[in-house]
Nanobody, 123 residues
Framework: QVQLVESGGGLVQAGGSLRLSCAASGRSVSTYTMAWFRQAPGKEREFVAA????????LYADSVKGRFAISRDNAKNTVYLQMNSLTPEDTAVYYC????????????????WGQGTQVTVSS
């Protein structure tokens, strides 16, 4: 079993930055694909970014390309999401997900999920 705990959320003004962290425990996730999703009030959960174990393969949603960056530190069993140029449309609960299959995680069907961290961007 893998437990995922997100942190780093908070309130930030538009144009600001935040760095989210997702710490894994229970087993090493160094060979897993790690991903970030978000869910805004009244909306469905949506994919944000993913990277596989290298990371050799990285994928971003169009809405965050050029503004967000996913990275990982396998020694710390942690994945990060650097979010820059934030807008109120980025307000959501951000979730970390993990699985050993890249396409499965990106599709939102990863086996492991965190509880989420709230990100609020004020205008």
């Amino acid at each position: 079993q893998v437990q995922l705990v997100e942190s780093g959320g908070g309130l930030v003004q538009a144009g600001g930055s935040l760095r989210l962290s997702c710490a894994a425990s229970g087993r090493s996730v160094s060979t897993y694909t790690m991903a970030w999703f978000r869910q805004a009030p009244g909306k469905e959960r949506e994919f944000v970014a993913a990277c596989n174990w290298g990371p050799v393969r990285i994928l971003y949603a169009d809405s965050v390309k050029g503004r967000f960056a996913i990275s990982r530190d396998n020694a710390k069993n942690t994945v990060y999401l650097q979010m820059n140029s934030l807008t109120p449309e980025d307000t959501a609960v951000y979730y970390c997900a993990a699985d050993n299959l890249f396409d499965k995680v990106v599709a939102g069907r990863g086996d492991y999920w965190g509880q989420g961290t709230q990100v609020t961007v004020s205008s």
